[in-house]
């Protein structure tokens, strides 16, 4: 794609379904808006392409966390750091967005509420959590411009493999204060008792998906994209750790 071309919705939909993602399907998008060159209409083009592929029944979910460090979290308010596409579907009219006051997600789509439903009282990134739930349904991956440095669904497989670092910054003697700006209820305290670290998970999810034949590579404009099962990457993630864990 030369220096000056414009990359437009229907561009979009096409490099979409070529890399196989269908109508109804779910789907978890890590982005960059910047790495896809430049798109008519910006980030909310990128959104109106994936719903326009996804469908009614489809469903789209992005992160809009804060992170760790966060002090004060309101749903509605407080904006993504994860980028330019999180945010535009945070302020779509459809869109739902979980309490989880670090790692929140925002989903368009008819299972959102079921998908959300709880994420507070689950750990950041942890099993159960909304991510998780759309990947037990069978939900993909999408890392749009994005390595797997920014593929959240590995602290999930953490969790299941057993990681012990997810009680070494927060634990339940030593919990992190958050004050939670409630929809319903109003400003309240969350204590949290965990928080993921890293693992060395992320440095070899690459190798050891292609090594099982699970990615489908594909661009959109100028951005390389990587699609995945999220339940690949999670068995992927519990076979890299177990025996590290268990050593």
């Known amino acids: 794609m030369s220096a000056k071309a414009v990359v437009g919705q229907g561009e979009i939909v096409a490099s979409l379904r070529q890399m196989g993602l269908r109508e109804g399907d779910g789907v978890m998008v890590h982005s960059s808006l910047s790495s896809i060159g430049h798109v008519e209409g910006g980030a909310a083009t990128v959104v109106e392409a994936f719903l326009a592929l996804l469908g009614p029944q489809g469903t789209l979910m992005v992160p809009t966390f804060t992170h760790s460090g966060t002090e004060y979290f ?43 439903e709880d994420d507070l009282e689950r750990g950041a990134l942890g099993r159960d959590c909304a991510l998780d739930r759309l990947a037990q349904k069978g939900g993909w991956i999408l890392l749009l ?30 919990p992190k204060a958050v004050i939670l700006k409630h929809p319903e209820r109003g400003e309240m305290e969350v204590l949290l008792t965990s928080m993921m670290g890293s693992t060395v998970a992320f440095e070899k999810m690459e190798e050891e998906l292609r090594r099982r034949g699970q990615i ?32």
């Open 74 to 116: 309101d749903p509605l308010e407080s904006p993504s750091k994860n980028g330019a596409i999180t945010e535009a579907v945070r302020h779509h009219p459809t869109s739902r967005r979980s309490l989880h006051p670090t790692h929140a997600v925002t989903v368009i789509g008819p299972d959102a509420e079921e998908l959300i």
């Open 145 to 174: 411009g994005v390595d797997h440095q920014a593929n959240s669904i590995i602290h999930i497989g953490e969790d299941y493999a057993g990681d012990p670092g997810r009680h070494t910054r927060f634990s339940p003697q030593n």
């Open 216 to 247: 489908v590579d594909g661009k959109i404009g100028a951005a390389r994209c990587a699609l995945m099962k999220g339940r690949d990457v999670l068995k992927a993630t519990e076979d890299i750790l177990r025996p590290i864990f268990a050593a």
